[in-house]
């Protein structure tokens, strides 16, 4: 049993507590849209935000306690990906200060409700520190944190995490330019644990380096299929160890999961998963975490 209220140094522990934001009209307008940079058809509010529920519901029905971020500012069309504005340490929330200048002020409204429900402000990403939180970070265990070198995330941002978490092993890694700046890749966007010694991973996108230190620590690498990378394959939130939610549409993923003893939950993403390159982690920011 736990007594602390906030802290989530772990992609595994049993989720007790997050926070998410429901697409509201900002998601669906065409000038936000076509501002951030994507160029297919404007999203049906209506469907993300049946699908936003749906995922929801998965949350819930494992027994997590779900709080929304409400009043988001119409500009900003990528509210929903709520985890990029911040890391929960133990010590109170990370801000991001964000690489894509369309998302800078993002993070205002998810502060706003996590001061609401008394997690702390830590620290907040200096400039010219650049970050998108939990997209771009992976906690290997509580004292190991995996942070990717991108077009978002700086070498100025990494280095005011690794000073910040004195007490954690804070290491980089640098990804490829896959299609550009205009296109997010995040770490979070390659591999995803499933429990402390198994996770799923895009092989062709994953530094090597971290490919090292992923068998160093005899962590098991299920590998995704290029299709079904397309499909948010490597983006799957652990709830508790063995126990994930994922983007429908992904069967052989599903499967290699399932065959290891991984209780599955899916629900469909068109507009809120493969629409935007996301998927269920990047739609949850952790609040508490048992470990």
């Known amino acids: ?33 076509r501002s951030f940079g994507f160029t297919g ?6 469907q993300a935000q049946d699908e936003h529920d749906a995922f929801t519901q998965c949350l819930k029905e494992f027994g997590v306690q779900v709080d929304y971020v409400e009043n988001v500012e119409t500009k900003f069309t990528g509210s929903t990906y709520v985890t990029d504005c911040g890391i929960v340490t133990d010590n109170g929330i990370v801000v991001s200060r964000m690489g894509k200048p369309q998302r800078i002020g993002e ?3 998810v502060v706003k409700k996590l001061t609401e429900i008394d997690v702390p402000i830590y620290y907040t990403i200096q400039a010219p520190g650049t970050v998108e939180g939990g ?7 509580h004292d190991t944190l995996l942070v990717g070198r991108t077009f978002r995330t ?7 995490l690794k000073h910040l978490l004195s007490n954690v092993d804070v290491i980089q890694f640098q990804l490829p330019y896959y299609q550009g700046p205009g296109t997010v890749l995040h770490l979070g966007s390659v591999m995803s644990m499933i429990d402390e010694h198994l996770c799923v991973g895009y092989l062709p996108l994953m530094p090597i380096e971290m490919y090292e230190l992923l068998h160093e620590r005899d962590i ?10 397309g499909n948010s ?4 939130l652990a709830v508790e160890p063995d126990k994930v939610v994922m983007v429908a549409g992904n069967p052989n993923t599903q499967s290699a999961l399932e065959q290891r003893g991984v209780e599955v939950k899916t629900f469909e993403a068109h507009w809120t998963g493969r629409d935007r390159h996301a998927g269920p982690t990047c739609m949850t920011m952790s609040v508490l975490r048992e470990y």
């Open 1 to 33: 049993m736990i007594s602390r209220t906030y802290g989530a140094q772990s992609m595994v522990g049993k989720l007790k507590r997050a926070l998410v934001h429901r697409p509201g009209i900002e998601f669906s307008d065409e000038g936000n849209y």
């Open 41 to 46: 058809p404007v999203p049906d509010l209506s």
């Open 107 to 109: 993070e205002k409204a």
């Open 135 to 141: 997209g771009e970070t992976i906690w290997l265990d």
């Open 154 to 160: 700086n070498n100025e941002a990494y280095r005011q």
């Open 220 to 229: 098991e690498i299920i590998p995704i299929d290029d299709d079904e990378f």
């Open 233 to 236: 394959a490597s983006n799957i």
